[in-house]
């Protein structure tokens, strides 16, 4: 909570340092102190430059130092060279919370890096605590106080003032945002721009402004996440307050380059491992500014969709064609109504108007305005419509009319209601300025209004979703503690076996003498598989053996498996050869696999075998531990699907039993947190349903682990 | 080319008369002739109303007959109850063109479209052509000739005249865009709404704008294709011409629920065809108002892009890195600088920007422009850039300076520049309108830019293309003229086989005594199958064996497969057993198809076999017939050619023939036109390389079949 007490210093100072404040008031220095005296700032304001005597009016001080009064925010905007030695006057001076607008910090390299460091150390050591460097400032907006030089803070026509807070790495992105939003009358209550984030990051920011009573929705730029667990933490708290995040995650492109070692890792690359959590806690990911535009707009109105079925009041055909095309592959449905509604509405609107969704209310609901209130009133009451949309073209006086009726009938109902009101700015603008202003969410065209209406109803499915139990078990499996190295197939399917998940009837044999055991205790046919922690795959060293009918034939086996391996790794240690019952059941190969990611921990990995996972690259992954609907919900993703469902006449799978096993090895991961490097189960097979589901290989490399990353076949 | 002359008189008419015409000027039929007075028309105009004898200074008529000179074009604008016998007055008065604006035809059910095809067949027999019903009109921007009562033909401020030819089947839609791109300066020559389309539609008028010397660009609205061959003819001659063609094709939801009977059928449906036929013939394809505005604006300044390397040159590390994340799904490559070209960048940049594609010129080059305008220079003349994307937030007098500088060195170079200029509209707005003003494609936000590229890329790539053969083969085999009813696969593996296609080595067997025949003939293992039109999956009446390793075992099989379908399929008529040759080398499974399409004639299908076409819908699609080129695209398209190419350690298959194949198969397709209801070889083996592709089964069914449908197993 330190850093939401600076937060509150800087969105709130009570006075107000500016070193290096210049008399040239459209430069990066000048600009900071006419934007606080143009929107009339409250508290004190210390220019400092010995420079100058006095400036705007206010008495201009040769330093820090020389400052009667206590300063609470210092701004500093000063060259980077000179930086720690206004590091040391403000902290003689003991003021607590600096923003450094100037760059030549870590974005410029090796020496800024250093720098930056240097600073962060001083300060960490003095108890201050840094906005930016290289930031461009920040903004609260509902007491209009600007701090630094961005140009949308030089508006004459003050701030709108709301319930989004923003919190933005980059002061380009975050103020043209700010700018393209206040412009469609989306009002604000923080802005805030991070820049290098040496000290306060982004997630920083958003947790506080989610904290604030008067901000209902938060949103985020960022190109990097600083703390994937501090991410999740939000996210949960955001759900409790149902309060929806949006982020729009910058540098997607090039996180997905990292190379990986193993599928798993691959598959579980930054792009998709944060899409994965956004998925799994709720996140709205947006992707361009525009995106971030319409989110912010729909959810600042502040209601939730109870489901994804769709209405259209339209008075143009094509409206209603567009509205049917975009729903689909948006995930929503143009709801069929009922034959009540249907014939209340036929009643309602003229004869030549449809009273199929999409509605056709025909242009006559211009100058008869009843026509659009008593059909908006009608799908208001009707439980089978989660939301309404109004889609129209009309300008003019009747049309601001309409608009007004419009909001009049949203502020009454909980339902959502948006307009597309398409046209120039010219015809239609004041139309949409009557309901934004009202709050009502105003689109221009069809395909963000179906967009924006997507993001409300996925958000508004995950805040109705019984809450899931996110406590992660933490405690530790004291056995489990002293894990090292590499846990070979069967080791780890002893482990499996042990949770209660089915692996084949198998005897490990250390000699060749002890294959006599296997009489009696094991039926034939067999498999038999070479068991070292030294060899990656067992098949390229000749190390498995399938299809054996008899005691004979296992005994060649077994000599063949020994000589092949001694061939062709001579010298790797051998543990034994598992001896295991062939399964004859059919059923579909899956893997799951655990992968650590260093942002958010375990991971929990599923797919189909075969070509979906190396040619399409088939994969889910969600953060451990998960629920069964989670794990359900990760296989409904797979493109493959279908299989376990049962296509080309074969039966359904037992996906329930599957779900089960993916939740226990998320467990498992997750009571393991921090110390499995890779663990694969693969293949996993998932016989009919009601048959269970079997492992048939695994592997378990722990972090400690002395060797070479080791992969089952 | 009669419609052609058609449209010369509706977009140039001499004389218009208003028929039904209203002194209330804010009524639909009021609003024509005011419009019509608001843009100073220059020819003449009959107002037509028994209710006056003047209007707006003009002599107003009783009825068409009392007009004293010829009239050009009328538009109507009387109820749908008096269209008749108007009709018969515009015949006595020799009026050839038409515009109806009203409603109450086809789109209002039964009786309209009786209406309105009566009022087609009157029409037709006297020479009359019709735009319309329910249409809002059109505009010769060119001439600023406004028909008909959109609310964008009142503006006082004149219409921007350019290069975009603009037809649509809504008004709504149509004159909503048509507001939107002139707010942003997209410059039109015409823009007509088709309405119900009874006489001209989309595609008549998209015809005659092409052929415009002054358009360059041609847009269509479509919500269906009023004729196939039509749409591929106007294409061609878009390529020859160099002129793109942009369409959105509205109802795309719906027409792709179109049931289907066979694969084949339900993977050529509406949609999925409307897409390969817009890749096949280079149609630029958008998918709402906004994108075809950025289609519009890109393509309107008549630039074409060499290819998909884009450099970007930027103030903002938050721009840079947007274009990064947006290029790469959009298939376009944000390009590696050569050497040369980073150095002699880093010597006009400052020392803390970079230099490094994407470029940052710092906000230095705010005040010292020349590093704008040098590094320009240096991107224009590297061979290695093919479009160029200039990234600023800059606003104010220095902003609009940098916009004109950029807008001249644009008219220097046939290389694409584009700009995005993000901000409100306050900050930077006057700076868009320069460059828009200029003919610079400008847009707010970084993804609109990317998207806008993308269009013109895969645009130029296709115009670049070298010239496809379009010719198509339309003389017909006299042998196949006659063909019938369902051939099988014996006759169809003939005439591959006479195709110079490979086919297993196979004898048909008419009896049991004829089974010694394959002595010596073929060789063992065998299949057997067996041959009847009748039946449509073969081994669901136990009509196959496979692996029959010697003559006892194929006796013993022959009697199995006539035993088990004469009690199966009783009374089928069975014309033989086929005895083949099995295939012992390793392939991967293919199907190829050919369907009749109504609109589009016939399509060639192709995909790989099992859970590729079965679970994931895998499948390409193409008019036939097409070239070795295009054949190799289809199949880089499927999910699953990674397979084709050899992953998993299996060796690459033979493409090369594979290609020659489906060509084949695309140009037999093509000489059938309109002859063949359907054809399918499933499975074709792909082999390795150099080994060849071989047809294990096929089926053609006939058009006049008299048979129910059949497919192969």
């Not at 929806?244 to 090039?254: F, T, W």
Request: one cysteine or more; hydrophobic letters at 40%; a negative charge.
């Amino acid at each position: 909570m330190f850093k939401q007490e600076a937060m509150d210093h800087f969105l709130n100072p009570k006075s107000i340092a500016i070193v290096g404040v210049s008399k040239n008031f459209s430069s990066i220095s000048g600009k900071p102190l006419s934007n606080l005296t143009l929107h009339e700032y409250k508290g004190d304001i210390y220019p400092v430059n010995p420079k100058y005597d006095e400036i705007k009016g206010l008495t201009c001080y040769a330093s820090l130092l020389d400052i009667p009064g206590e300063v609470d925010v210092a701004l500093i905007a000063v060259s980077h060279k000179r930086i720690m030695q206004i590091l040391d006057e403000c902290e003689q001076k003991k003021i607590k919370y600096l923003v450094l607008f100037g760059s030549g910090f870590a974005e410029v390299g090796k020496e800024g890096k250093q720098l930056q460091e240097r600073v962060l150390k001083k300060a960490k050591n003095a108890g201050i605590h840094i906005l930016g460097p290289n930031c461009v400032g920040l903004l609260n907006v509902k007491e209009s106080i600007p701090i630094g030089f961005a140009t949308s803070f030089e508006t004459k026509e003050g701030f709108k003032k709301g319930n989004v807070g923003f919190a933005s790495q980059s002061g380009a992105f975050g103020f043209s945002l700010f700018g393209l939003a206040q412009e469609e009358n989306i009002g604000f209550s923080y802005i805030v721009n991070t820049g290098n984030q040496m000290d306060i990051h982004t997630l920083d920011c958003m947790e506080y402004m989610l904290e604030d009573d008067e901000t209902d929705v938060v949103a985020g730029y960022l190109e990097s996440i600083p703390d994937g667990e501090m991410l999740i933490r939000i996210a949960k708290r955001s759900k409790e307050l149902g309060k929806p995040l949006i982020i729009l995650k910058a540098g997607r492109s090039h996180l997905g380059k990292k190379a990986a070692l193993s599928h798993t890792a691959s598959l579980a690359g930054s792009e998709k491992t944060f899409e994965a959590i956004a998925k799994q806690y709720g996140l709205v990911t947006v992707n361009d500014i525009d995106d971030m535009v319409a989110a912010m707009k729909i959810f600042s109105r502040n209601k939730k969709a109870n489901g994804n079925k769709v209405v259209t009041i339209s008075n143009s055909g094509a409206a209603g064609i567009a509205m049917a095309d975009y729903s689909e592959p948006l995930g929503l449905e143009l709801v069929r109504l009922s034959p009540d509604t249907q014939s209340t509405i036929e009643r309602i609107i003229p004869p030549y108007g449809s009273a199929l969704n999409p509605i056709d209310i025909t242009a006559q609901a211009l100058k008869e305005q009843h026509i659009f209130t008593e059909t908006l009133e009608v799908l208001i009451k009707d439980d089978n419509v989660d939301t309404i949309v109004v889609q129209t073209t009309f300008g003019g006086e009747l049309g601001k009319d309409i608009c007004n009726k419009i909001a009049n009938i949203d502020k009454k109902t909980e339902k959502p209601i948006i307009v597309t009101l398409t046209g120039t700015n010219e015809l239609t603008g004041e139309g949409r300025d009557i309901l934004s202003e009202a709050g009502v969410p105003v689109f221009l065209t069809s395909y963000n209004t179906m967009l924006a209406i997507k993001y409300l109803v996925d958000y508004s499915n995950y805040y109705y979703k019984s809450n899931q139990e996110f406590s992660e078990n933490k405690q530790v499996n004291d056995e489990l503690v002293h894990n090292k190295g590499v846990w070979t197939e069967d080791k780890v399917k002893e482990m499996l076996d042990s949770m209660q998940i089915s692996v084949p009837k198998n005897i490990l044999v250390k000699n060749r003498t002890d294959l006599v055991n296997i009489e009696g205790e094991l039926e034939f046919p067999v498999v038999c598989k070479v068991v070292s922690n030294e060899i990656t795959h067992k098949t390229d060293v000749g190390g498995v053996k399938l299809g054996i009918k008899n005691s004979a034939e296992l005994k060649v086996a077994y000599d063949e498996i020994i000589n092949s391996v001694n061939k062709h790794a001579p010298g790797a240690n051998i543990n034994g050869v598992l001896i295991e019952e062939m399964i004859k059941k059919n059923g579909t190969e899956m893997f799951i696999g655990v992968k650590e990611d260093p942002q958010f921990g375990p991971l929990i990995v599923c797919g189909l075998g075969g070509i979906f996972i190396e040619v399409l690259k088939d994969a889910s992954i969600r953060r451990a531990p998960i629920q069964v609907d989670e794990a359900y919900e990760m296989l409904k993703e797979l493109k493959g699907f279908p299989l376990l469902e049962g296509v080309r006449g074969e039966k359904e799978k037992d996906v329930e039993k599957l779900t089960e096993v993916i939740v226990k090895i998320s467990q498992f991961a997750s009571q393991n947190r921090g110390k499995i490097k890779e663990m694969d189960i693969n293949p996993l097979m998932v016989l009919e349903k009601g048959e269970g589901v079997i492992a048939l290989d695994g592997v378990i490399v722990w972090k400690e682990s002395t060797t070479s990353t080791v992969t089952s076949v």
